[in-house]
Structure formats: structure tokens, C-alpha cells
């Protein structure tokens, strides 16, 4: 535990750090404690004061892409400008007890050797403070708080993720001392991705496959894995059932490192929805960006696109939404969008509609296996 507090200390005195770390409960448990230490010392000076907690600015404007030199993978990582959380502004007041109540609580999970879920630890604290805590989107934003005070990742603090991530196909998955799954043999329910996220990164994988397709929603999944495309197309088929959760993205990152030659091909509707999971799994998200190194992957947008409209049916075609437009303007004043991915969003809002990868069913149910296949064959991804 000394050398673990030793560590801690140092970490404290170097602010130029901006990712967060894998560290065991002890290491964890010393930088909850010495972040307690820091705030007492402060506050019994001679010039006693309540200090802020300065916690790694997730905004767009601490975010930057990182161009990788030795991979084509890129993703979202935060630079050293700093946010607080303040007991003395009144509207930061309880945001500031906040992330003392999930130090505390995480301090005890990680002692009695738990992990929980963010759901569990939503009503746990609900229950015991209820004052601070009334919805599940305080204990999220209080989580990446801490994430963002200690520099550590948010399973580091005994915090699983929900995971409903499915992936089928020509994978087989093994736990060590456990059983074989072979993800082709699971049904068109696919294969359960585990929340537990160790387990993900002790998976031993094997596959003859050829390419990992990406697939946004479930009922498309379910189409893809029922008609066995994985034969025809020899390929390992996952999905997160619409935005991605941590424990899929950790999972493709890991077949991305396991499988580097393997293309790793998305199938989204031509939305700004779309565009935007697309995205999370490439590059990240800001709001995770202490943590976005670890699961970003070199994913390439096989469509929907533009220059597949002409398969659909105009009366397919739906209006965007105002929520569609809202997510456009994100995106379009994000710097990680690439030049063409940037085109085909303008397509959409100058368009004003949007198409769902369901609309190419009017050529048959059957028709999914063959668009894919042909858009592979034709390189026809970017």
C-alpha cells in the first residue's frame, strides 16, 4: 500500500496527464486517499480554504484527434486544460458533494473486492442520499467526474459495464479454464457480450474470418445472422443494439488488435444518428475521452450512404428530425470529421431526409447478404 500511495503522490504532482490509467483497487484506493489528504491539507492551513477539484475538461474545445504513426487507427483524447468542481458557486455546490459521495462509495466497493454496474450504483446512492442523487444521469456525469479527478478508468473503481452488445459468426471465444464458444453455433440471439471488461481482455479468440462487420441495430443483426451471411461472406458480425456500450467497443478494439488485417466494416443508417455510432466506435466519444485510447478502432463506413440512395425508394426516404439536425450540428463542428464522412452529412441536412438500413429489404429480405457483398467486392467503403 506504501508504494501505491508513493505512486499516487507522484501522479498528483503531474497535471500534463490526460488519459486515464488501468490500476489494481490499491492503487486506486491510495488516489482516493490522497485526493482526501490533498483537500485536508488545504483546508487546515494557516490560510484554510475549501479547495476545488480540478477535474481533465471534457469539452470539445480540450478534445483533439490523434493521428497515429504506427497505425491507421486514430481517436479522441483531452489536453491539459482543466474544469472545477466548486463548493462555493452555489450551481456547482452539489456537483461537488457528488463526487465525493462516488469516491466514498467506490473506496468501499473496491475494499470489499465488488464491482457493480452504474445502475446498481445509481439506487444504492439513491438510497443513500437521496439529496444529491435523484437520476441516473448525476451518477453517469459524477462518474466521469472522478474518472476525470483520479485519471483512472471507470472499471478501475469496481464499475462494470451494461453491457448489450451481441456478436455471431466465425469466432470462437474462450475464457481461460472455461469452455469454447463457438459464435457461429449461437442462434440468430447471437453470442452475449460480458460486462465484465477483464474478462473481455482475458478472452482468448480464434477466427478464420475475413472481415468484422459492425452492425447498429439489433433487428439487422438478427436478419444477417438468420441468413448465415457470415458463410457467404466470411466475417464476425457484432452489434451494440444502436449506441455503443464500453464492453462492445473493448471487444472490437480487442479483435481489432488480435485480427490487425481484418477490415473492420460498418453497416449504419444514413442518419446523423448513424454517422455519430459510427463514430463513437472509430474514435471515441469526448465525454470518455480519458478512456477513448482503449477502445478506438480503424473502422471503415460501408453504408448506408449516398451513392446507395439510388437502391431506395424515395417514398422510403424519411424526413430528418429536429433531434437529426441537432446531431448534425454536433458532428459538423467536431474536428474529427473526416472530409468525406463531413460531405455525406451535408448531403443529409442539405437533403432533409434521412434512410434506414431497412429500406433496401423492398429488393427482398435476402437482399442485406448480396449489397454487402457487392460493396466489399468494389472496395466500396471509406
Known amino acids: 500500500m506504501e508504494e501505491a500511495c508513493k505512486s499516487s503522490l507522484n501522479f498528483f504532482s503531474d497535471q500534463q496527464l490526460c488519459y486515464a490509467d488501468v490500476l489494481s483497487p490499491l492503487e486506486v484506493i491510495a488516489r482516493i486517499q490522497v485526493s482526501v489528504l490533498n483537500f485536508l491539507r488545504i483546508l487546515t492551513s494557516p490560510a484554510p480554504a475549501i479547495s476545488d477539484l480540478p477535474l481533465v475538461a471534457r469539452k470539445s474545445s480540450n478534445s483533439r484527434l490523434s493521428q497515429g ?24 455546490a452539489k456537483a461537488f458533494i457528488r463526487v465525493w459521495k462516488v469516491m466514498a462509495m467506490c473506496s468501499q466497493i473496491l475494499g470489499q473486492e465488488k464491482k457493480v454496474t452504474q445502475r446498481e450504483l445509481f439506487y444504492k446512492l439513491l438510497c443513500d442520499s437521496p439529496d444529491y442523487f435523484s437520476s441516473q444521469s448525476q451518477v453517469n456525469r459524477t462518474v466521469q467526474d472522478v474518472v476525470a479527478l483520479l485519471r483512472c478508468s471507470r472499471y478501475s473503481l469496481g464499475i462494470m459495464a451494461s453491457s448489450r452488445g451481441l456478436v455471431a459468426g466465425r469466432l470462437l471465444l474462450q475464457e481461460p479454464n472455461q469452455g469454447v464458444v463457438d459464435c457461429a453455433a449461437c442462434g440468430f440471439s447471437g453470442h452475449g457480450i460480458s460486462g465484465d471488461l477483464s474478462s473481455i481482455d482475458n478472452l482468448i479468440m480464434k477466427t478464420d474470418a475475413r472481415y468484422i462487420i459492425v452492425v447498429e441495430k439489433h433487428a439487422i443483426f438478427q436478419r444477417l445472422v438468420d ?19 464500453i464492453a462492445t467497443r ?24 448513424g454517422l455519430a455510432i459510427l463514430c463513437t466506435f472509430k474514435f471515441g466519444s469526448i ?12 473502422v471503415k463506413w460501408l453504408g448506408v450512404r449516398g451513392d446507395d440512395l439510388e437502391l431506395i425508394p424515395e417514398q422510403a426516404l424519411v424526413p430528418l428530425k429536429p ?40 429488393h427482398g429480405y435476402d437482399y442485406l447478404g448480396k449489397f454487402i457483398a457487392k460493396k466489399i467486392v468494389q472496395a466500396n467503403y471509406i
Open 323 to 362: 433531434k437529426d439536425l441537432q446531431i448534425a450540428k454536433s458532428l459538423m463542428s467536431s474536428e474529427i470529421l473526416q472530409e468525406n464522412y463531413r460531405e455525406e452529412l451535408t448531403l443529409m441536412v442539405e437533403s432533409g431526409q434521412r434512410a434506414e438500413i431497412e429500406a433496401l429489404y423492398f
Open 227 to 245: 441468413d448465415r451471411v457470415f458463410n457467404q461472406i466470411p466475417s464476425i458480425i457484432i452489434t451494440a443494439k444502436g449506441y455503443p456500450d
Open 287 to 298: 465525454g470518455m475521452g480519458l478512456e477513448a485510447y482503449r477502445y478506438a478502432c480503424n
Open 69 to 92: 504513426l504506427l497505425t491507421q487507427t486514430s481517436w479522441i483524447f483531452l489536453t491539459n486544460a482543466f474544469s472545477t468542481r466548486s463548493l462555493e458557486r452555489p450551481n456547482a
Open 250 to 273: 473493448l471487444l472490437l478494439h480487442r479483435m481489432s488488435r488480435a485480427f490487425p488485417d481484418l477490415p473492420i466494416l460498418a453497416l449504419v443508417d444514413w442518419n446523423p444518428a
